[in-house]
């Protein structure tokens, strides 16, 4: 159980266009999830965080307007990266926590490049 | 905000020794120490998870201690084998804040 999809798994697209990832927790109900970037040799960076039906939080430095999240039920939260450019290529990795409070399941993540 | 330490960052072991890695945090509200193995270009595997009112887990060959007065929390691997060569990452957790706080990581070798 407790399992955590991410789509797509890889994904280029060019400058100044816009992407989107979807979470999806597969067999439970994610009350928040989080969102996080990584970088090559780097460790995972929290974006934000979003629990159902309310507004993203988003961590200091991460600009907004520029990574939308919308969490819009239980199952799944979209991060759109608007306008993106090639600095945004990354590793993006979402996780969800459930009933057990604590522990954080993984989405598999989306390698983004942007050219 | 949360710092969270990891030491060392990289370990390099002899199959068959042991391995200890140490994570150094600073909200004495966490309440939840998550170890992790993330493979190249893979999601984190949590391995171990230790509460705040226990001391110490063991599970096989991994074992984590907790010292909260201290702040740190440390994972313990024995008879190591090639195929523990990754990268760890320990991940407080806050629940002020809400949210899971990811350690500097380790990469560990081990050789075979």
């Known amino acids: 159980g407790a399992v955590v999809s991410q789509h797509p798994s890889w994904v280029i697209c060019k400058s100044g266009t816009s992407v989107k990832i979807e979470c999806r927790s597969l067999d439970f109900q994610a009350t928040t999830m989080f969102w996080y970037r990584q970088f090559p040799k780097q460790s995972l960076m929290l974006m934000a965080t979003s629990n159902e039906g309310s507004k993203a939080t988003y961590e200091q430095g991460v600009e907004k307007d520029k990574f939308l999240i919308n969490h819009a039920s239980l199952t799944l939260s979209t991060l759109t990266v608007t306008s993106a450019h090639p600095e945004d290529s990354s590793f993006y990795i979402c996780?969800?926590?459930?009933?057990?409070?604590?522990?954080?399941?993984f989405g598999p993540g989306t390698r983004l490049t942007v050219t | 905000g949360e710092n969270v330490e990891q030491h060392p960052s990289t370990l390099s072991v002899q199959e068959g020794d042991s391995a200890v890695i140490k994570c150094t945090y600073s909200d004495s509200a966490s309440n939840y120490f998550p170890w992790y193995k993330q493979e190249l270009g893979k999601r984190p595997q949590l391995i171990i998870d230790i509460r705040s009112n226990v001391g110490e887990k063991k599970d096989q060959r991994i074992a984590v201690t907790l010292n909260k007065t201290a702040k740190h929390f440390s994972l313990h691997i024995t008879e190591t084998q090639p195929e523990d060569s990754a990268v760890y990452f320990c991940a407080p957790f806050a629940p002020g804040t809400y949210k899971y706080i990811f350690g500097t990581g380790t990469r560990l070798k081990v050789l075979a």
């Open positions: 996780s969800a926590t459930g009933g057990n409070r604590y522990e954080q399941y």
